[in-house]
């Protein structure tokens, strides 16, 4: 008897046009994760050091306003503002290829984001972010996690 073989999933093709309410300007919560993930990629200091001067060159070259970037082994976390005539997938893009290059990270083809809503609170994303390393078990609560890079850190305001 012949068994029907297994099909893998398709993986869905995510839509990083711009929404309406996106076209003014917006604050997005994107995730990119590395392509293997469960292996520490980049919570390593030369590889975390490449992504965050990235990171800063896109501030200070106005591609985006970074609220806050924070590292896991295996993917990242960021709040990141841009202009509305922008979009976010060619921002995204060209940061993982700068990456990939100078870092020599393996991204996943796509990313994760989510549009903040005017009901929804930038402080709270901030907290959610931040927890990110407790809730994994990578720091106990009241630690630090160094793997974070935030506005008052490129504005000199960091400790």
């Not at 984001?113 to 931040?130: A, G, N, P, T």
Request: a positive charge; hydrophobic letters at 35%.
């Amino acid at each position: 008897m012949s068994y029907p073989q297994p099909t893998k999933p398709v993986r869905k093709h995510l839509d990083h046009t711009t929404h309406f309410a996106g076209r003014f300007g917006a604050i997005y919560f994107v995730t990119i994760c590395c392509d293997r993930r469960g292996v520490n990629q980049l919570c390593r200091e030369p590889i975390a050091s490449a992504i965050f001067e990235s990171a800063r060159r896109y501030h200070t070259t106005r591609r985006w306003y970074l609220s806050l970037l924070l590292l896991m082994p295996d993917h990242l976390h960021m709040l990141v503002g841009i202009e509305g005539e922008d979009f976010l997938s060619n921002i995204i893009r060209d940061f993982k290829r700068a990456t990939a290059r100078f870092a020599g990270v393996n991204w996943q083809r796509n990313f994760f984001d989510h549009r903040l809503r005017h009901d929804e609170s930038l402080r709270e994303k901030e907290d959610y972010i931040r927890e990110n390393p407790i809730r994994a078990g990578l720091i106990a609560r009241g630690e630090k996690w160094r793997f974070v890079l935030a506005l008052e850190d490129l504005e000199g305001r960091g400790d």
